[in-house]
């Protein structure tokens, strides 16, 4: 098995290549990660709503178990630094009907 510490430098120069051009990685990925979801978010489908609303995407249940997608929701938007328009249902004028 080797080991990083047996690798010799010009191997380590081709991957180091290999991994800018054949991948997106770093502020890259960011970007289309926020791009992804903020077109989502602005189509207003399904899971562009559950985005804005902090919600889970893929069909877990949230009666009993919602607190732990509203806080990675909370996080993923923080480290992405996406503002999400509000979206949801108009509030209820008080006095007309």
Known sequence: MTRVKDIHPTMLHTIGKTVESEYIVQNDLKDQMKSDIMRLVNMRCYRGIRHAQGLPLRGQRTS???KTAKKMAGRRANLLGIKYPA????KKQKGKK
Request: no cysteine; charged share 15%.
């Open 87 to 90: 979206i949801g249902r108009p």
């Open 64 to 66: 009993t178990n919602g």
